[in-house]
């Protein structure tokens, strides 16, 4: 079974997201773009979204999402009960943010991190898996 990516930006993250899917379709994953489909003016928000029902609703396995900053785009996609999109900025924190927090969305800031970086969060985010354990007990006191 091919693992299904849902990935999604506004304008300020298109171009990487256009990297990102070729980068992910030689890894041989199934991707859903869930937009935009232009560097042209578009609404974090409804991306964010777009790819938070996408995971909730079980179509992807996982989500990434680009914005400029990744802030906006996070907040978006964190209002989704379930949804635990986490913003990374290095292969570390994608690493720590499914080994500990089992995020199920990555968030990479289009504007401040480089290609090679991109790629190395996405490939460790797909990679790593969540420890459980005590990590779970703090995931339980999210959704409240």
């Known amino acids: 079974m091919s693992i299904k990516i849902a990935i999604g930006s506004d304008h300020a993250g298109f171009e990487l997201k256009?990297?990102?899917?070729?980068?992910?379709?030689l890894q041989k994953y199934t991707v859903i773009d869930k937009g935009c489909y232009s560097n042209e003016r578009a609404d974090y928000p409804d991306f964010g979204h777009a790819v938070a029902i996408s995971v909730l609703d079980e179509e992807s396995n996982f989500g990434i999402l680009l914005c400029g900053s990744?802030?906006?785009i996070n907040m978006a996609a964190n209002?989704?009960?379930?949804?635990?999109?986490?913003?990374?900025w290095n292969a570390e924190i994608a690493s720590l943010a499914r080994k500990h927090n089992n995020a199920n969305i990555l968030v990479l800031p289009a504007r401040?991190?480089?290609?090679?970086?991109?790629?190395?969060?996405?490939?460790?985010?797909l990679t790593e898996a969540f420890e459980g354990g005590r990590h779970q007990d703090r995931i339980t006191k999210i959704d409240i």
Not at 18 to 25: C, T, V, Y
Not at 79 to 88: Q, S
């Open 79 to 88: 209002k989704h009960k379930g949804i635990r999109a986490a913003l990374c």
């Open 70 to 72: 990744g802030n906006g």
């Open 18 to 25: 256009d990297d990102l899917i070729n980068f992910l379709k």
């Open 112 to 125: 401040y991190i480089s290609i090679e970086e991109a790629h190395k969060c996405v490939t460790v985010f």
